[in-house]
């Protein structure tokens, strides 16, 4: 999978910001482009149109973070879509793709998984969505169909961006499908800036892009997102309909993983998380604990 380039992540920015949006006049004359012109952005940046458009190409080396905050004044990106720009411009002409390490959970993130109550669905995330950890209600909640102990074999691990583009449960689970899939495709982006030689991560986006028609729509639009609260409306197989409003918690001691968790949008929810909780105290699993 090609890595997105910071040329080309300002142009799909360009096209979208109009000249009425930056207090530009059009006269009425017809305009070839769906956005701003590139000396038109280049003039409201304070910069050369000539160095505008080698930027743009990829052809005019590191961009100063003044350039890059300029930019993102014009192009009207939020604290996140900014973050990314930096990051893009970042990364090497040719950066030499590796394969991390497996991740695993620290003890830490662990030990305050154990602690939630047990009407509390909750999972611990890697890098690329992958599934770390989860306690008996959050497997239950979302993947009741998984194995309960698959995150702790590499081979079988769950991944949240396969089975959600791929797995035709998840998707009859998620009743607000297509909200969700742009903020996981956003996110997917926003991490592939954050970490552009994961070879891992490269190897999934372009796996979900040529197995999922729906993803590869969804990833030229460009957008990213940092996905850290929100609402599932679910349709669960067991105890109907559930809603529930996901946060995420950075952990300290493994930044590229986050423990999510999962609270009752209503008390219809409430009182399904709690008849999921006691019928998957019924299942004889053992507790999360980390890969070996």
């Known amino acids: 999978m090609e890595l997105e380039s910071l040329g080309a992540y300002i142009k799909n920015r360009r096209d979208r910001v109009t000249p009425a949006d930056v207090g530009l006049p059009t006269y009425g004359t017809a305009r070839r482009v769906p956005g701003l012109r590139r000396e038109e952005l280049a003039q409201l940046a304070g910069v050369s149109a000539g160095y505008y458009t080698r930027l743009e190409q990829g052809q005019a080396g590191t961009a100063s973070r003044q350039v890059l905050d300029a930019l993102a004044r014009v192009l009207q990106l939020d604290p996140t879509e900014t973050a990314h720009l930096h990051n893009l411009a970042r990364q090497p002409t040719a950066p030499r793709l590796a394969r991390p390490r497996p991740e695993k959970p620290h003890p830490r993130v662990l030990a305050l998984l154990a602690s939630l109550d047990e009407t509390t669905p909750a999972l611990v995330l890697g890098r690329r969505g992958d599934i770390l950890a989860w306690n008996r209600i959050g497997h239950a909640l979302l993947a009741e169909h998984v194995d309960f102990d698959a995150p702790h074999d590499l081979a079988r691990r769950p991944s949240v961006p396969r089975m959600f583009f791929l797995d035709p449960l ?43 028609a729906d993803f590869a729509a969804l990833w030229p639009a460009g957008d990213v997102a940092d996905c850290t609260v929100g609402t599932m409306h679910l349709r669960h197989p067991t105890v109907g309909r559930v809603s529930v409003d996901y946060q995420v918690w950075l952990q300290p001691d493994s930044p590229d993983h986050r423990l999510e968790i999962y609270t009752p949008h209503d008390p219809v929810s409430a009182d399904a998380l709690r008849l999921l909780s006691t019928q998957a105290a019924d299942q004889p699993l053992r507790e999360p604990t980390p890969p070996t």
Do not use: C, F, K
């Open 170 to 212: 998840a998707r009859d689970l998620h009743q607000n499908w297509d909200e969700l899939a742009r903020i996981h495709v956003a996110y997917l982006r926003l991490t592939a800036g954050r970490y552009p030689t994961d070879a891992r991560l490269a190897e999934l986006i372009g796996e979900l892009s040529m197995r999922s």
